[in-house]
């Protein structure tokens, strides 16, 4: 059974920072592209962060485009997401996903997280 474990999330402040981590289980880690997401309330799913297998190419969405940076660890099954200059719009829950295919969109992800809560406090 595949589970994709989110934690750091929080409350903060606007201007903080934050690092998200998932943890994976129950697939081989290092054949699949993983990916961060988030959902505010009342707004659609929204694409943050990707990375490939091997850990060597990555796609960001605007949103967070030069505030965000995603990693990996194969070798413990965890992918990261580091979060600066936090604002209030970025309050969403982030969820990960990991899918076969190195993409941007949610379609390609085939197993997800339950999320964790980041609100950023103005």
């Known amino acids: 059974q595949v589970q994709l474990v989110e934690s750091g999330g929080g409350l903060v402040q606007a201007g903080g920072s934050l690092r998200l981590s998932c943890a994976a289980s129950?697939?081989?880690?290092?054949?699949?592209?993983m990916g961060w997401f988030r959902q505010a309330p009342w707004k659609e799913r929204e694409f943050v962060a990707a990375?490939?297998?091997?850990?060597?190419?990555?796609y960001y969405g605007d949103s967070m485009k030069g505030r965000n940076t995603i990693s990996r660890d194969n070798a413990k099954n965890t992918v990261y997401l580091q979060m600066n200059s936090l604002k209030p719009e970025d309050t969403a829950v982030y969820y990960c996903?990991?899918?076969?295919?190195?993409?941007?969109?949610?379609?390609?992800?085939?197993?997800w997280g339950q999320g964790t809560q980041v609100t950023v406090s103005s």
């Open positions: 996903a990991g899918g076969v295919r190195f993409d941007i969109a949610t379609r390609e992800y085939n197993y």
């Open positions: 129950g697939l081989t880690f290092s054949l699949y592209a």
């Open positions: 990375i490939n297998r091997s850990g060597d190419r990555r």
